[in-house]
């Protein structure tokens, strides 16, 4: 699965890939400003925040809560570069952070990115946003967070984007990261490594989703995003996937730019958002 290597270096590899890449991203229809460290929560006399993007456009916007990969234990890729643009295709952005294991064990990142979604819609008036129009988008670890969340159709979630996506945990019986974000091994607690496996919360009424991952991802492998693809099928959920051709894990999140503009388009289509 995941590793620290990858992901010292996405840190050292992306801005150089960014400029690199940056003539071919998304069309910009809006500049935006950016709102650092709002807070939308305080658990444990902790502030959680995120980096709010707004595009310099009239009227409410919809927003896309950001979520950010690391083996939900490091905040190696904070999704920047796509809020960026998101926001430049008009979208407002929520990018936030989340509790981290071993500290915080499941399920508080997953209610952490409940609570920024639910703030996002309690603060959409002051904010300019358009709270009956939420997305969510996350990769990696990010993505399964975005889904144990997006999924239930009471956080008001629309519409899903997420890339290189654990769905089932089950498939790793011995690995010590999510034995690390849970607290117990899948001997131990069997139910909740079920439990805290987004493929298992599918609802008839939950929202589309689009997935994306690369064929020769061996970290996450790409069995995860079918098994996904096939939960939400048979749940008649509207799901979208996206094949990554001769990309893994860390180079998805580093070198795809098709993949980015296929979850914008996504997020348009669904939301029913043309600026």
């Known amino acids: ?20 890449c940056s003539s071919q991203g998304p069309i910009k229809v809006s500049d935006f400003q950016i709102d650092r460290n709002i807070t939308y929560k305080v658990v444990d006399g902790k502030q959680l925040a995120g980096d709010l993007y707004r595009p310099r456009l009239t009227g409410p916007v919809p927003v896309i809560v950001v979520v950010h990969g ?19 295709s008009g979208f407002a952005v929520f990018n936030v952070i989340y509790r981290l294991a071993p500290e915080s064990l499941y399920p508080k990142a997953v209610e952490d990115v409940r609570d920024a979604v639910l703030f996002m ?22 993505a399964h967070l975005a889904l144990m969340v997006g999924l239930d159709p009471l ?5 899903i984007v997420a ?9 790793w019986p011995r690995s010590p990261i999510i034995k690390k974000f849970i607290g117990f091994s899948l001997q131990e607690k069997p139910e909740i490594w079920k439990e805290a496996s987004p493929v298992n919360h599918v609802r008839s009424n939950s929202p589309p989703v689009f997935m994306y991952h690369g064929d020769q991802d061996d970290l996450v492998e790409i069995e995860q995003m079918n098994k996904m693809a096939e939960a939400l099928e048979l749940k ?8 990554v051709k001769g990309l893994g894990h860390i180079s998805v999140y580093l070198f795809s730019e098709e993949s980015l503009v296929r979850g914008i388009r996504f997020l348009q289509a669904r939301l029913a958002y043309h600026p």
């Open 1 to 20: 699965m995941f590793s620290r290597f990858n992901i010292v270096l996405s840190r050292v590899l992306l801005p150089l890939i960014l400029i690199s």
């Open 121 to 142: 819609e309690a603060h959409s008036a002051e904010y300019g946003l358009d709270s009956t129009r939420v997305g969510l988008w996350g990769y990696s670890a990010g």
């Open 70 to 88: 690391g083996s939900w234990s490091s905040r190696g890729g904070l999704m920047t570069e796509v809020a960026e643009d998101l926001a430049r």
């Open 236 to 243: 008649h959920v509207p799901v979208e996937t996206h094949i």
């Open 155 to 159: 956080n008001g979630v629309k519409s």
């Open 163 to 171: 890339g290189g996506t654990p769905a089932d945990f089950l498939a």
